[in-house]
């Protein structure tokens, strides 16, 4: 009985965890660390709202809503970038979809970029001013109001 209840798990995971064909033919993330991400940072004019997610945090689904509404608004004025921690590319990629995260993101395995910034666990959220200089960060779920404060204090 118990051998049949972990395989019919097994199988329902199986099932569950192959990605739409619309997913699957998504381009990987591109593959960033800390030197990398310092330099795409130095290098912005504009300033940035910097999440750091997975798609296997609960806390990272509740936030993906606003954050997405926010690029859609603020995208011409504020770079939204999104950093992927300890996941797979095709939950990275299923997750965007999902969410319609319609911004850049870069896959970060290791978690060397927030642990670069001093940071760790997911989610946060950095507001970075062109050229690099972190103006403030949050660590958890971010809200309607301190997102908007963030970008606020950002494009005075």
């Given amino acids: 009985m118990y051998r049949r209840w972990i395989a019919s798990l097994v199988l329902i995971a199986a099932c569950g965890s192959a990605a739409p064909p619309e997913v699957a033919a998504l381009p990987d993330l591109p593959v960033t660390d ?3 991400f310092e ?3 130095a290098t912005s004019d504009l300033p940035m709202v910097v999440n750091v997610w997975a798609s296997w945090c609960g806390p990272c689904r509740s936030e993906a809503p606003l954050l997405a509404e926010a690029a859609a608004t603020f995208g011409d004025e504020v770079r939204f970038i ?8 095709a939950g990275a990629k299923a997750f965007i979809a ?4 319609a911004f850049e993101h870069y896959f970060d395995r290791d978690q ?3 642990a670069s910034l001093g940071g760790a666990g997911v989610p946060l959220t950095y507001f970075i001013a062109p ?3 972190v103006v403030s960060t949050h660590i958890g779920i971010i809200d309607e109001r301190t997102l908007a404060l963030g970008i606020d204090e950002l494009t005075r």
């Fill in 82 to 89: 999104g950093i992927d921690v300890r996941d797979s590319q």
């Fill in 112 to 114: 060397a970029v927030p």
């Fill in 131 to 133: 050229g690099g200089a």
């Fill in 98 to 101: 999902e969410y319609d995260l």
């Fill in 39 to 41: 330099q795409l940072v």
């Fill in 34 to 36: 800390a030197a990398h």
